[in-house]
């Protein structure tokens, strides 16, 4: 410990903290639904991945009936979710650990694999909790771009493979952009990643890349000889976002074991356990937001195309495209209109704009305001 973090003097405000959270960016959150309390002044909120629907109908039974229960603590090990989760899959329950949404489940990949000096090789750009969450194991970041097509690059992954790496991140369907890897890909970084190097497969989107004709991703995971694990969540397609929950499949019982060992113990709630069930039980509902899902995503997409931007592929609820100046400049002309969408937020990304797929009328108000924003700047 440094002088002047034994005197509590110094010139940051964190003079007191570690130098890992101090080297850190300023912490600065989305700007969510609770922040419109008023319905009549609420933007289209489509900058989140969030599903423009509600829950299946059975969500709320189950939060009502688990209410009697709120004076004890839930399951740890989510016995009812986990045995459905189980049986689908056909995994034992013993290597599905549940998280607090796929967030939590990073954090705890990187706290169990991770230790300073080691690196992790992570696709970039795509979801951030990769590298923050790395960073605060005091591990190194190496950074690998996506493939044309704005998918996870299995050759370029394998290439940054070296000696010191101890953790590879894919993620398919991938946020930003919403490219999904092929079999090929992810046979080849099945069988491409070192036995002593752990896999990380996300699959956040994982019901969309299914219903979009993905390929079999545990199939194929279950080939591999060395460690390895897939998150879920029921944040996107279940449309459960506000409860958290997400869960692990991982490839062999010390896997799951290291996740129990550094995991909160009553990490995930008796009502978000409950809700999760309800939706995970009610398929044919799942399939029609999918339905409408790619419905709606294919309008967004050649909506775009019509303006005249390049749309990238998307196997998930969101598109992006490539704006002719930056993104940032659209995010504030759009948000002047009452939409909020997201850029990039990746230095070698400046013109690229994600916009979630949400109702019917949210695409056309979409349209017609990026119209009108390529219009005045013609």
Not at 257 to 273: C, Y
Request: glycine share 8%; hydrophobic share 45%.
């Amino acid at each position: 410990m440094t002088a002047d973090r034994l005197s509590g003097e110094g010139t940051s405000p964190l003079h007191w903290a570690s130098q890992t959270i101090r080297e850190l960016p300023p912490y600065k959150g989305p700007t969510t639904l609770s922040d419109y309390p008023d319905p009549a002044r609420r933007p289209r909120l489509i900058h989140l991945n969030e599903s423009p629907y509600p829950p299946s109908p059975r969500v709320a039974e189950a939060i009502a009936a688990a209410t009697q229960d709120l004076n004890r603590y839930p399951n740890i090990y989510g016995r009812d979710l986990v045995g459905a989760i189980a049986r689908d899959v056909a995994v034992p329950a013993g290597r599905i650990v549940l998280g607090c949404g796929s967030d939590e489940l990073i954090q705890l990949i990187c706290q169990v694999a991770l230790v300073p000096g080691d690196e992790a090789v992570v696709p970039a750009p795509s979801f951030p909790r990769y590298g923050l969450s790395t960073r605060l194991a005091g591990a190194q970041i190496k950074r690998v771009a996506l493939d044309t097509g704005g998918a996870c690059d299995a050759d370029a992954i394998l290439s940054a493979i070296g000696p010191r790496t101890r953790l590879v991140f894919c993620c398919t369907p991938n946020p930003p952009s919403g490219g999904m890897m092929g079999e090929a890909a992810l046979r080849a970084i099945v069988a491409g990643v070192p036995d002593n190097v752990l896999l990380y497969l996300d699959e956040a989107y994982f019901e969309f890349g299914r219903h979009a004709g993905g390929p079999d991703t545990l199939a194929l995971l279950r080939t591999r000889k060395g460690p390895w694990l897939s998150t879920r969540t029921f944040s996107k397609a279940y449309a459960l976002a506000a409860l958290r929950v997400g869960y692990a499949i991982c490839g062999d019982d010390s896997v799951a074991e290291a996740l129990r060992r550094a995991k909160l113990q009553f990490n995930v709630p008796t009502l978000s356990q409950a809700a999760a069930l309800a939706a995970y039980r009610d398929q044919p509902y799942l399939v029609e937001l999918l339905d409408r899902n790619s419905a709606e995503r294919q309008r967004l997409a050649d909506g775009l195309a019509r303006l005249g931007v390049a749309v990238l592929p998307s196997a998930a609820n969101f598109v992006s495209c490539v704006m002719p100046g930056p993104a940032t400049a659209v995010m504030a002309a759009l948000e002047a209109r009452g939409i909020l969408v997201r850029d990039w937020r990746d230095p070698a990304h400046m013109r690229e704009l994600r916009i979630g797929v949400g109702l019917s009328g949210d695409t056309d108000a979409t349209l017609a305001a990026l119209a009108d924003h390529l219009a005045e700047r013609a």
